[in-house]
């Protein structure tokens, strides 16, 4: 009987050894690593991700509504141009102007993404709240204008940036590819 009992405990002093042995570097490992996200965070993400991406479609439906009433075919979303964009407008709060902050025209942008255009053109503001406000000042330019009216461009992207004071920039991207004639 002793021998049974002696058995069993020596095979459970095995198991816990084995289980603390391997169980150390993992709890260390974990230690280590950053929290993961509460799903409050990625709830507030997914959510932020749906208003950026509603903001840009209702700038694009906007700008569509402008071409229309002056007889202009709408402009097609293109989801690269969009993320280029987001560069742009991201880019255009540390520099507000058509050339990016290393001193290259804001069109290098366009090369280095391998999207060679035909026809390109850029818009940017910050400042505004909603999607009509943005358009509504672009509108109200004669060269930002010109631009959302031009025939020739086919593609719009949209960027979105948010910068640490709150403030929005907004980037409008047209292009037509090099090869369309």
């Given at each position: 009987m002793k021998k049974p009992i002696l058995t069993k405990l020596l095979g459970f002093i095995f198991t816990l050894t084995i289980l603390l042995t391997l169980s150390t570097p993992l709890a260390a490992a974990v230690q280590d690593a950053p929290p993961p996200a509460t799903d409050e965070a990625a709830a507030q993400q997914t959510d932020d991700a749906a208003v950026i991406a509603e903001f840009k479609a209702e700038i694009i439906r906007l700008v569509n509504l402008e071409r229309a009433e002056h007889g202009v075919a709408a402009l097609e979303y293109m989801e690269p141009l969009c993320g280029i964009a987001d560069i742009r407008a991201e880019e255009s709060s540390v520099t507000f102007r058509h050339v990016r902050p290393d001193g290259s025209r804001c069109f290098t942008i366009f090369k280095e993404n391998n999207l060679f255009y035909r026809f390109a053109g850029e818009n940017l503001a910050y400042g505004y709240k909603t999607a009509e406000e943005f358009v509504a000042a672009w509108m109200?330019?004669?060269?930002?204008?010109?631009?959302?009216?031009?025939?020739?461009?086919?593609?719009?992207?949209?960027?979105?940036?948010?910068?640490?004071?709150?403030?929005?920039?907004?980037?409008?991207?047209?292009?037509?590819?090099?090869?369309?004639?």
């Amino acid at each position: 009987m002793k021998k049974p009992i002696l058995t069993k405990l020596l095979g459970f002093i095995f198991t816990l050894t084995i289980l603390l042995t391997l169980s150390t570097p993992l709890a260390a490992a974990v230690q280590d690593a950053p929290p993961p996200a509460t799903d409050e965070a990625a709830a507030q993400q997914t959510d932020d991700a749906a208003v950026i991406a509603e903001f840009k479609a209702e700038i694009i439906r906007l700008v569509n509504l402008e071409r229309a009433e002056h007889g202009v075919a709408a402009l097609e979303y293109m989801e690269p141009l969009c993320g280029i964009a987001d560069i742009r407008a991201e880019e255009s709060s540390v520099t507000f102007r058509h050339v990016r902050p290393d001193g290259s025209r804001c069109f290098t942008i366009f090369k280095e993404n391998n999207l060679f255009y035909r026809f390109a053109g850029e818009n940017l503001a910050y400042g505004y709240k909603t999607a009509e406000e943005f358009v509504a000042a672009w509108m109200d330019s004669e060269s930002h204008r010109s631009n959302i009216l031009d025939p020739d461009f086919q593609y719009i992207g949209i960027g979105y940036f948010v910068s640490d004071s709150g403030k929005i920039y907004c980037s409008q991207l047209f292009y037509t590819p090099k090869d369309v004639i």
